[in-house]
Nanobody, 121 residues
Framework: QVQLVESGGGLVQAGGSLRLSCAASGIIASINAMGWYRQAPGKQRELVAALTGGGTTNYADSVKGRFTISRDNAKNTVYLQMNGLNPEDTAVYYC???????????????WGQGIQVTVSS
């Protein structure tokens, strides 16, 4: 029904930048909250940044001032601009969206497949 596809990950040196994108496709009426999570080896998945439909943002303390979440509603896409990356940011990053499905207008939570971000020291 609905698929989320992430892009933009990769390997970057400490201090560098990456921009992650996550595009939703399918029969979509609207999208409420969008967010990015990450999971490092041996650790639990954690919230990195979230953006409500009304534009309110929420960031993990560890990324405040370095990461910026944004959305393009026309493209059903959420972005994560990551600046000042450090090795502790190395993880698999997952996007998450609360999607109102077209035709049924039920709301469901969807995850992307995950994308690797590796920051070398």
């Amino acid at each position: 029904q609905v698929q989320l596809v992430e892009s933009g990950g990769g390997l970057v040196q400490a201090g560098g930048s990456l921009r992650l994108s996550c595009a939703a496709s399918g029969i979509i009426a609207s999208i409420n909250a969008m967010g990015w999570y990450r999971q490092a080896p041996g650790k639990q998945r954690e919230l990195v940044a979230a953006l409500t439909g009304g534009g309110t943002t929420n960031y993990a303390d560890s990324v405040k001032g370095r990461f910026t979440i944004s959305r393009d509603n026309a493209k059903n896409t959420v972005y994560l601009q990551m600046n000042g990356l450090n090795p502790e940011d190395t993880a698999v990053y997952y996007c998450n969206m609360g999607v109102v499905i077209g035709r049924t207008y039920n709301c469901a939570n969807y995850w992307g497949q995950g994308i690797q971000v590796t920051v070398s020291s």
